[in-house]
């Protein structure tokens, strides 16, 4: 009997069950404790008809990581399409990015790891031009909002930096918080007694005061805004945060 060939919406189907295992086994066992024979027990797939669709390790941990970014760019997206000033809708970005940490814990703790030089040189070039692509469309996003504040001089960028680098400011700045504090995620040890969520507000507020970014933090109550921005733009993730039994408090 000749073998059945599936037609693409299949093979992608597929193909994203067989990503959704991995990132189930991520969320169980840890990134570095994943390896394909765990892949292949956790499908219904032969270990050949997996590695007809990935070539290992590494270029599954891309595929992930290329839907994180994905996820991602939808989050920010929203966010930079609410109707506020530019500083209000990046703060917005930045807690969506919490949002799907909370959501996404796996692909979250995954982030680093797809980012290894390892993972690019083993995996498809086709893989690494959709991250180059993904990439590209979700600093799409961030400069956007920064030329914006430019053009309505609520922003000037700093003598010494460029929007790359102001985009880098506020991304690992949130991922430092997020890392560092989530309880949905391995915390550190001097956390006592600090919120992720307040935390994330407070040290935006520092950031974009430390630029000038206005209005300054002063000026503007931004907690307010901040929850009313995030009630209208998330509101079904809000909902399926606190089926977890969590709420946003900061």
Request: a negative charge; one cysteine or more.
């Amino acid at each position: 009997m000749a073998p059945k060939i599936l037609d693409e919406h299949s093979l992608q189907a597929r193909e994203q069950e067989i990503i959704d295992a991995a990132i189930a086994l991520i969320a169980r066992l840890g990134v570095a404790n994943v390896t394909m024979d765990k892949v292949v027990a956790e499908v219904s797939y032969s270990k050949g008809t997996v590695y007809k669709h990935f070539t290992g390790k590494e270029d599954l941990l891309l595929a992930i990581g290329n839907q994180a970014i994905t996820i991602m760019s939808d989050l920010f997206f929203r966010a930079s399409q609410y109707p506020g000033c530019a500083r209000e809708r990046m703060l917005l970005i930045n807690f969506s990015y919490l949002i799907y940490a909370i959501l996404h814990p796996a692909l979250f703790q995954s982030a680093i790891c797809a980012k290894s030089p390892n993972v690019y040189e083993k995996s498809t070039q086709k893989r690494v031009q959709e991250q180059e692509q993904l990439e590209m469309k979700l600093m799409g996003i961030f400069f956007g909002l920064i030329e914006e504040a430019i053009a309505d001089q609520s922003f000037t960028l700093p003598p010494h930096m460029d929007m790359q680098q102001i985009c880098f400011s506020n991304w690992s700045l949130g991922y430092g918080v997020i890392s560092l504090l989530a309880d949905e995620l391995e915390s550190c040890s001097g956390r006592m007694g600090l919120v992720v969520e307040r935390e994330l507000f407070n040290q935006n507020n520092l950031l974009l005061d430390g630029m000038q970014w206005a209005p300054l933090s002063f000026e503007k109550d931004y907690k307010a805004s901040l929850k009313k921005a995030l009630e209208e733009v998330f509101g079904e993730e809000l909902a399926r945060i606190k089926a977890l039994g969590r709420e946003l408090n900061f």
